[in-house]
Structures are given as C-alpha cells and as structure tokens.
C-alpha cells in the first residue's frame, strides 16, 4: 500500500538499506535518472557528492534533513530521513520548487553557488538572459568564466575573503558575456544555512546590471584625473572623492590616507589675509560661503605643498550636482604662478613710477633751489658790502623759508605716493585731483601745458571712499601719459582737462587731452602689460597697472575712446568702496 502511494509521487523516492544499496525505488525516479537499479549502491548515482551524503545521513537519524546534491550533472534537493531501518531519499528539482518559480519571475539575476567550489547550482531566467549563456552550458561551472581581465582584482578578491569568512558581501564586478560584451554587475552574497547543522548549503548571489551608472562614474573619474586642477566632489564639507592632482602636490597616498589624517581638506587652508578663504568665514563655512561669494579676488586658499611651498588656488564650487544628493564639485584651479606674475608686474610698475617721479621731484626742485641759491649769493654779497639790512634780511628769509617749505611738500607727496597703505580712507575729489596733479604741477608750467578741472553740478566737494594713494598713481599715470603725447607731437596750445561728474552710487574722472588721439591699430593693445608706444623710455606697465588697480581692486572700469581732438580715458568707480583692498 505504502509503495503504491510513493508510486504516485511526482518527486524521486529512494530507499537504502544501511549499507547504502538502492532496495527500492518509486517510478519518478526512471525519470529523473534513468541508470538506477535495484541493489546498486547509491555511490554509483551521488558520485562525487557519496561522502557528503554519508557525512549527512547521521544528522538524518535525529531529524529530516534537506541539502543541495549534484547528482548526474544536475543539481537536486535532496531530503533525508529514517523510515523503517532504512534511509529514505526524496530528491526534487530545485527548479521545479515553488520557491524558484518566485526567483524566476524577479528582475534581478539570482544564482546559487555550491559552498566547496563555488560552482553555479542555479540561475534565473534573468541570469541566463543577461549571461547569453544556456542553462547546460554553465551549470556547474565557476562564475570566474564571466571574469574579463584582472582590472577587478581587488573587488574579486575581496568577495573571495567574505565567501571564505562566510559572510554577506556585495561588490561591483566587470564580467562578459557569451558574446564578448563587457557588462558591470553589482553583486551581492550571503550564505544561506541549514537550521540544523548551520552548515552553508549554498550561496544566494543576486546580481544587478550597473553597466551605465558604472561607466559614467568611470568617465567621471577620468574627467576628474585628466584636469590640471584639484577636483573635489564634496557633501557638506565631507570629501567623497578627489582627483590624482591633489596626491601629486600634497603628501598623502590615497583618499583613505587624507580622511585618516583629516575631517575636511580646509584644515590645509593657511590664513594670508581677509581675502583669502579659510574654515570659517565670518561664521560662515567655507563651501557655504564660495557658493555665495562671486568675487574672484574673494575666492583664494593658499595651502602649503609637499616640498613645504606656498601654493594659491582659485576655489569655485558647482553647487549641488544632482537633485537627490548633497554632493558637489569642488574645483581648485592653481594661480601661483599668476599672483607671483602680478607681483612681478607690480614691483616693476612701482620701480618705473617711482624713476619718473624722481625725475619730476628734480624738475620741481631745479628751479626752486636755482632761485635758493641766487638768495643766498645776495645776501652774502650785501653782507659783505656792509649793505645788508634788516629789511632785506627778513625779505630773504621769507622768501627762503616758502622755498624750503615748497620743497619739503614736494617729499611728502612723494613719500605718501609711495606709502603701502591698503585702508581705504574719505577724501574729497578736488583734493584727490589735487594731489595727483602736485607732483607734475612744475612740469606743466615749464612746457606750457595748461591743466583744467571741471566738476559737473558741482561736485568737487563730494566724499568719495577709495585707497587715495593707489587712486593718485593711477590719474598721475593717466595725467602724465597725457602730458607726453603733448610733448611727444609738439601740438600748439597744449591742454589737459579733467571733467568728474556723478551718479546715485558711481564717479566718473575724464582724463582728455589735445594731443591727436591713439592710432586705431593700437588702441586695443594700450593696456597690454609691456606694450609701450614710448619706444625704449617706456615700460608698457603704466597702463595694465592702472587699468588693474581700478577695475580689480577699486571695482570700476577704465576705458579709452578717442576724441576729435585727442584721446580720452574713462574712469568708473563706486562713490563708496566696501571692505578693504587686496595686498601688493
């Protein structure tokens, strides 16, 4: 009765005696293997698997035990128990469980791995689809045969340590498929246990196609490597990820080297003064206050290199790159190179302003000590005539002292030209004309050059805010180049005329002159640094310098057009200047 019933069963039943021969067997079993008889012993169907199920058939005597066998080149669940003195096997198709028919339906690719060596026991339809492979062709073959190359050694050798330490793990792997095409797979295992002997019976293996999230992150990657400049991608100050060009100029390995070190790459940013971008900005963070700051002169870190040198970036954020994370690219572009250029062009500037202003103070004192000297050769002569009195002696005297006292003017202006004062200070604009036209002041007369200044609606008391000293050597160099096309062209009624004039919160300064104009093939070039149309007497800095001090440092313009009878330089500037102004 007993066996017409396991007859009737669509599983294979088996029966063994305790030698482990075959004394029964139901009519399923035909169809799952077709060799078996009677008084065989089950070494000749489990094969390779015999030790194992002897190993498991002790478990059997306490409790039903089911495991994963390959029998025949298949893979079979195999349940054990005792019925009777002897040992009953019920061996089913793992695909035709009610459980694999669910993981056949699931988008993901699903395998299971024999435990020992790792061979492929099952795959889903969405395994093989994305594999090209055939279920005969791979079953009970090692995944390695999806291996590409060793570019993903480190991440399959990772896997290999937690499948020995039995662990859950995932990992993204390169693989190909039977046709040759590269794919990304994100790979995840875990071992799953039989409840009895916590013995792993296979692995679960879920595999995720990630070729195009993969790809673009490695394009990412090389985009990030192949630029000159320190690509960071950041959430809220945290790192996640820089580029090679940062471990070429600082001493650190890798990422983990950095963050080991490090809670966030401003900890490298060196104090130099209030321009340059440090932590914390004025209670501010620092990638807070870069997204918010377009000020370029604004938007400097200096940060000390390896070799112990001062390097300066200009820091620009991207904002947030995606609409589901915080992350953000930071860009560090190197300008060492360009700040000490500036420098360069600067000193130069200053030397050569500093020859022509030398050569102005000797123009205003020539003369003045010329009429110095004639005083005192009278005196000297009257005195020793006997014919030197009181009278004459006062008028000398005071003549003398205005003479000394022209002259000890003339060396304030120079040394207050030269001042390094970056404060910006309230000056009235008649004043600032004043003193820009001082130092040239003698010059003009002798070449009988006449110099007017015209304030519209009357603004020459106005207040304006700026740096006096820098503002002064950018109309001296404006007011001087004037005066030389005059000299240069010999014009008749030589002139210079400065008109100002205002709106709500701009001044305007118009330097003119009457000497033909710039030729239109060079006019835009005259603010090239070195460009000179003074020959071997000019130093071409005159210019870039003075168009640099207004435009980035007193946050206006300068410009040039050309008149009907000369030339005219534009200067823009705001009434009041916030903040104090960048270091030479």
């Known amino acids: 009765m007993e066996r017409n019933i396991l007859d009737r ?184 246990k039989n409840k009895y002997t916590n013995r792993i019976q296979f692995y679960l293996g879920t595999q995720n196609d990630v070729t195009d999230e993969t790809i673009e992150n490695k394009y990412f990657k090389a985009v990030l490597n192949n630029s000159k400049s ?16 940062f471990f070429e100029i600082f001493d650190y390995i890798d990422l983990k080297d950095f963050t080991d070190k490090h809670n966030c790459i401003c900890e490298l940013f060196v104090k130099k003064d209030t321009n340059y971008v440090t932590a914390d900005m004025n209670g501010i963070p620092w990638h807070e206050y870069i997204k918010e700051n377009h000020d370029d002169n604004l938007r400097k870190v200096c940060m000390i290199d390896k070799n112990g040198e001062e390097r300066i970036f200009q820091i620009d954020s991207s904002g947030k790159l995606f609409e ?137 008391n106005l207040v304006i805010k700026v740096n006096s000293s820098k503002m002064t050597q950018v109309l001296i160099n404006l007011i001087k180049n004037a005066y030389d096309e005059l000299i240069k062209h010999d014009i008749e009624n030589k002139k210079v005329t400065v008109i100002c004039d205002k709106t709500k919160d701009k001044v305007f300064i118009s330097v003119m002159d009457n000497a033909g104009g710039i030729p239109e093939e060079i006019k835009d070039k005259i603010f090239d640094p070195y460009f000179s149309t003074k020959s071997k007497n000019g130093t071409g800095l005159g210019l870039y310098m003075s168009k640099m001090i207004v435009e980035d440092q007193m946050k206006g313009t300068l410009t040039v057009k050309n008149l009907s009878k000369g030339a005219m330089f534009n200067i823009v500037i705001p009434i009041n200047i916030d903040g104090e102004l960048e270091n030479e």
Not at 230 to 245: D, H, L, P, Y
Request: aromatic residues 10%; proline residues 1%; hydrophobic residues 35%.
């Open 9 to 192: 069963c669509t599983s294979s039943i088996i029966c063994l005696d305790l030698q482990l021969n075959i004394n029964y067997f139901n009519k399923s079993t035909k169809t799952f293997f077709k060799d078996v008889n009677l008084g065989d012993n089950i070494i000749k169907l489990f094969e390779f698997e015999f030790d194992r199920l002897k190993s498991y058939l002790d478990i059997a005597t306490q409790n039903p035990f089911t495991y994963v066998f390959k029998i025949k080149g298949s893979y079979y669940k195999t349940l054990i128990s005792i019925l009777n003195d002897q040992y009953m096997l019920e061996i089913n198709d793992i695909e035709n469980e009610f459980f694999f028919n669910i993981i056949n339906n699931i988008e993901s690719g699903v395998v299971l791995c024999d435990p020992l060596n790792y061979n492929l026991i099952y795959g889903n339809e969405n395994f093989y689809k994305v594999t090209g492979y055939e279920k005969e062709e791979i079953i009970g073959k090692n995944l390695s045969l999806l291996k590409v190359d060793n570019t993903d050694e480190i991440q399959r050798e990772k896997l290999k340590e937690k499948l020995e330490s039995k662990e859950n793990f995932t990992v993204v792997l390169k693989n190909q498929n039977k046709n040759g095409s590269i794919y990304y797979n994100k790979v995840s295992v875990s071992p799953i």
């Open 230 to 245: 320190i690509m960071i991608v950041n959430s809220n100050g945290q790192i996640k990820n820089i580029n090679k060009r």
């Open 324 to 460: 589901y994370a915080d992350d953000e690219l930071i860009t560090l572009s190197e300008i060492t190179a360009l700040i000490k250029s500036n420098q360069m062009l600067k000193d130069q500037s200053k030397h050569a302003m500093m020859g022509e202003m030398i050569a102005m103070i000797a123009h205003q004192w020539r003369q003045p000590l010329a009429t110095l000297n004639t005083i005192l050769a009278k005196i000297n002569i009257l005195n020793d005539m006997g014919m030197l009195d009181d009278n004459e002696f006062k008028k000398a005297y005071s003549k003398s002292t205005e003479i000394i006292q022209h002259l000890s003017n003339t060396i304030d202006d120079f040394r207050n030209f030269f001042h390094k004062n970056e404060k910006l200070e309230e000056i009235e604009l008649n004043n600032l004309i004043k003193k820009s036209f001082n130092l040239l002041e003698s010059n003009f007369k002798i070449k009988e050059i006449s110099f007017d200044v015209k304030y519209i609606n009357h603004i020459e």
